[in-house]
């Protein structure tokens, strides 16, 4: 089947399937009783070209040392080469005979041939490509493999001398190839790994560096091996995660939300589709290791263990992953035998055949553990407080329906996550949360006591589930703010501990108390880190960002923030045991550097996540408690305390600094850029000065010196007074950009010009008539008219589902005044009816190709109305994100045509045609190949749906920030039922 992971193999298939789609079309109307024209031309034409291609395919093959290319390519070739002698024949028998059924049958094998063999021959070419790239890779990680034997500063140049090319090379393939790659997620999976692996090198032979010195030096060299094998592990599986991206072809856009029925079905699928191939590839002890048989039948086992992990029954999941890990062993020796040219002994023999039942073995508990979790109904609650708030609600609003406790336990789970972030909040937050947790749970109980009673659709139930959903909102809310304070208060200083732990590892030796130092530096720094990290993940879970990037993001930074910290104390430690060492300190300011890249990046992050105003407001608040603290401390004529909050008042000023630079260089609506400009300048340093600080800290120097001086008490009061509101400016500037209405309601009336009638009062109007039933409101005004015709989806239609999901989307919004609106829309109604002519209900070929391609135009329409808006947008943040949502869709739309066109050669396709003499021809394709293109084209649809539903999301979020004096308007009007206007 095809694939169009490449932009290479996009660009040569779709002319391909277009001049296919045009035989398919010319085939459906010679069914209907008209000749056929005469094809020789068109036919010789595509014969020179398979020709040709043909030629330079056996010529690769024999320039090539690839084994498997040997391997993989010729029976393409042979089906390219078998389907345009198919063409050939077909066209010499339509011009003997324009109505001729067995030419028409040749003419649809040959196309769907050529279409199938090409992308075969160019996924053969691909992969031998990829495994080019996959040796460079490997061979730096053979370089990696020896770097303990690196012991002398000669084994390091040499080593560096040796690696610096093959690292380069490795560099500029999986860059070049990140540039050719069509899916969006696996180009910056690349892009990551690769800069991590860039970013490493020099702290990698910087720690084998230090390795050497410390050992030369005679002391002990353990902490500095550890360090070193720390870095060499790191590259490793940079480099093996650039190796798994690199062979993968395909991309689920809906995985990371879809529910667990949905994945495992698909995952399902996936077993079905490569178990031939893997089977073929145990029973041929010639096989080779790395082919697509070997490759198909790793790829049963990553299915095996996606739908392990959802399995509502323990018991299903871990025999499933028992067998996986049995079969991996065993594979690991079958690889091991054929390696040794030991493929054909009884040994391996006997262990193919008990791979093989094992794989039938698993694909039948694979089964099993779906029914039993489709049976069960158990979903398992959100990953966000937000999506298991929605969850409980929907819930609350049918206490009745049986949701097999999901309800329920995604209630729980947010109480709980409430009084894990409350165990860290100071009073009276704590306190107020704690409150809210408990009422929550008491409404809870209560509740699930009633419908363990059968009470649930009770007065009495209905009562307490509308007062559990407003507490549980309240709940989440209050967890929001919540976690930003917490971010206040965290993120307030970031580097503090580690200067602190840097300054230790420096004493010199023989200080009193150096030891005892360094290990109250080296806690407090380890301490401070997870922290940071901790509620870097929770405002990941609970903050209610909804942006899935940035939480992923934060929970991959926040992993190798947990992962470097002990590495950073490892190297301060080298260092601490030998100050004098110069390699040993340059490698700690490279651990350093590393840290606080990582700590900058997962803060900036967390800001993105929380809301600027709020935080900005939290800041405020922290200064306003402080001020209490020092005013205090004045009064007790404690001068370290004095200065210890007076530091923090500095520190919160300038994170919030920090903000308001961050939001003016967000936005690119230059009046708000302005004033929040404006606003910070009494904050913004001059020369690294900052204006409004400096004095205050000033101040509260001269107050610490002498606490009991009432003008240097005066002057402090004066200074701070003017920090707290330039603070207050701030934060009324960033809250200033709400965005624009662009449909404001009209200017009230001149309330001087209302005058009380002379006339008297109007007069009464009629009685209402029993009789007659008042006529009905009038509908709300919309263009929607197609809406009330959309197909109810059924559980076995994906692609219904997939494009009802999208109409239930864009059906929130009214289509007046807002294209991307009126083009979703169209499009999910393309898809409804691509649906029904996939499953054979109506239509034709013919229909099932224009179809596909509208959609395909669709797809293009709204890419560029997403782009025009994002032009548009001021907000860098947003813009960004609508760009890479609707990016995708062109080409998923491409790929859509193409695989509705290897369908419109299936239709049909096993449906034995009569011939002259009264017999029938048999079809050539098989069940299983229509099958396949019936699950790709699925895939598809839904990837593409689920593009278009994310774009409309983006784009409204992009519209409330939009400039105003562009001239560009698009209006967000939410529909409602004629009864609630």
């Avoid at 006591?449 to 649930?456: A, E, P, T, V, Y």
């Amino acid at each position: 089947m095809p694939v169009f992971h490449t932009k290479t193999i996009e660009s040569i298939l779709e002319p391909v399937a277009q001049q296919v789609s045009r035989l398919v079309i010319l085939h459906e109307e010679a069914e209907d009783g008209n000749a056929m024209p005469d094809l020789a031309r068109p036919v010789q034409t595509v014969k020179l070209a398979v020709d040709n291609l043909v030629k330079v395919g056996y010529d690769t093959i024999n320039s090539s040392e690839d084994q498997i290319l040997k391997q993989d390519m010729p029976p393409a070739l042979n089906r390219v080469e078998e389907a345009s002698l198919l063409l050939l024949q077909a066209s010499e028998m339509l011009r003997a005979d324009p109505f001729s059924a067995p030419a028409r049958k040749k003419l649809i094998e040959g196309s769907r041939g050529i279409l199938q063999g090409t992308s075969s021959l160019l996924l053969a070419f691909d992969e031998s490509e990829v495994r080019k790239i996959i040796r460079v890779c490997k061979n730096v990680l053979e370089y990696l493999a020896i770097t303990e034997v690196v012991e002398r500063m000669e084994d390091l140049v040499t080593y560096v001398r040796n690696l610096t090319p093959v690292l380069t090379r490795m560099t500029k393939e999986v860059d070049a190839r990140e540039k050719e790659l069509t899916h969006q997620v696996h180009r910056e999976m690349l892009v990551r790994s690769l800069e991590q692996v860039k970013n490493l090198t020099p702290v990698l032979i910087s720690g084998i560096k230090t390795f050497i010195t410390v050992k030369d030096s005679g002391k002990n060299p353990q902490d500095t091996q550890a360090n070193r094998d720390y870095l060499v592990r790191k590259m490793s599986d940079e480099i093996h995660e650039i190796i798994r991206v690199l062979q993968l072809t395909t991309y689920d856009e809906e995985e990371w939300d879809a529910d667990d029925i949905t994945v495992m079905k698909k995952a399902q699928s996936g077993i079905e589709q490569k178990m031939k191939q893997a089977t073929d590839w145990l029973q041929d002890p010639a096989a080779l290791i790395g082919s697509l048989g070997d490759k198909a039948l790793h790829q049963v086992l990553d299915d095996a263990r996606k739908i392990a992990e959802r399995c509502t029954n323990p018991a299903d999941r871990d025999q499933i992953l028992k067998t996986v890990g049995d079969i991996e062993s065993m594979v690991d020796a079958l690889c091991e035998l054929r390696q040794l040219g030991k493929g054909d002994s009884p040994q391996a023999m006997s262990l193919a055949r008990e791979i093989q039942k094992k794989l039938g073995d698993l694909q039948n508990m694979t089964n099993v553990a779906i029914a039993n979790t489709e049976r069960s109904g158990i979903r398992r609650p959100a990953p966000t407080v937000d999506g298991k708030v929605e969850q409980a609600r929907t819930w609350l609003a049918n206490p009745g329906m049986d949701d097999k406790g999901l309800g329920e336990q995604a209630t729980r789970l947010v109480v709980s996550e409430g009084r894990k972030i409350a165990n860290s909040c100071p009073e009276p937050m704590r306190k107020e949360l704690l409150r809210l947790c408990d009422e929550t749970e008491i409404l809870t109980n209560q509740l699930a006591d009633l419908i363990r009673n059968g009470q649930g659709n009770s007065p009495q139930a209905r009562a307490i589930a509308n007062h559990l959903s407003e507490k549980l909102f309240q709940l989440k809310n209050k967890i929001k703010e919540a976690l930003i304070n917490q971010v206040a208060e965290d993120f307030i200083d970031i580097s503090t501990p580690l200067k602190h732990l840097s300054e230790a590892s420096i004493v010199p030796i023989g200080t009193p108390g150096r030891d005892q130092n360094f290990a109250e530096k080296s806690q407090n720094f380890e301490g401070h880190a997870n922290k940071l990290a901790d509620t870097a993940k929770m405002v990941a879970t609970a903050g209610g960002c909804r942006n899935k990037k940035t939480v992923e993001e934060i929970f991959k930074t926040s992993a190798q923030v947990d992962d470097l910290t002990p590495q950073v104390t490892t190297a301060a430690k080298i260092v601490f045991q030998d100050p004098g060492n110069q390699a040993a300190q340059e490698h700690f300011d490279l651990m350093k550097k590393r840290w606080m890249d990582n700590m900058e990046r997962l803060r900036g992050l967390v800001d993105e996540a929380v809301d600027s105003s709020a935080l900005i407001k939290a800041e405020e608040e922290g200064i306003m408690r402080d001020t209490e603290r020092v005013e205090d401390a004045i009064q007790m004529k404690d001068p370290p305390r004095i200065g210890a909050h007076a530091s923090n008042i500095a520190r919160r000023a300038n994170r919030v600094l920090q903000v308001a630079q961050q939001e003016a260089e967000n936005s690119e609506d230059p009046k708000y850029v302005d004033h929040v400009n404006q606003a910070a300048s009494n904050l913004r340093a001059n020369l690294g000065v900052v204006e409004s600080i400096a004095p205050m800290v000033q101040g509260a120097k001269g107050v610490s010196m002498n606490p009991a001086d009432t003008n240097a008490q005066q002057n402090w009061r004066k200074a701070n007074q003017t920090l707290i509101d330039a603070v207050r400016d701030v934060r009324g500037a960033v809250t200033v950009d709400a965005g624009v209405d662009q449909f404001p309601p009209p200017p009230p009336p001149d309330l001087s010009e209302l005058k009380i009638s002379d006339g008297g009062a109007p007069p009464r109007p009629p009685l209402p008539n029993d009789n007659a039933t008042p006529p009905r409101p009038p509908p709300p005004e919309t263009d929607d008219e197609d809406e009330a015709a959309f197909p109810t989806p059924q559980a076995n239609q994906p692609i219904m589902m997939a494009a009802h999901a999208l109409h239930m989307e864009a059906k929130q919004w009214s289509s007046k005044d807002n294209d991307i609106i009126a083009a979703a829309k169209k499009m999910a109604l393309l898809m409804a009816k691509l649906s029904q002519l996939v499953r054979g209900e109506g239509g034709s070929k013919k229909d099932l190709i224009a179809t596909a391609k509208s959609i395909a135009e669709s797809s293009e329409e709204v890419t560029r109305l997403a782009k025009k808006l994002a032009a548009e947008c001021t907000d860098k943040q947003m813009r960004k994100n609508l760009l890479q949502v609707c990016e995708r869709i062109p080409t998923i739309g491409t790929q859509l045509k193409i695989l509705s066109t290897v369908k419109a050669t299936m239709l049909g396709a096993q449906e034995p045609i009569p011939a002259p003499d009264g017999s029938e021809i048999e079809c050539e394709s098989s069940s299983k190949e229509d099958q396949e293109a019936t699950e790709m084209l699925v895939g598809n649809a839904q990837n593409l749906m689920q593009a278009v539903k994310e774009t409309v999301r983006a784009a409204e979020a992009a519209s409330i920030k939009i400039r105003v004096d562009s001239g560009y308007t698009i209006r967000w009007l939410r529909r409602r039922p004629w009864y609630t206007s």
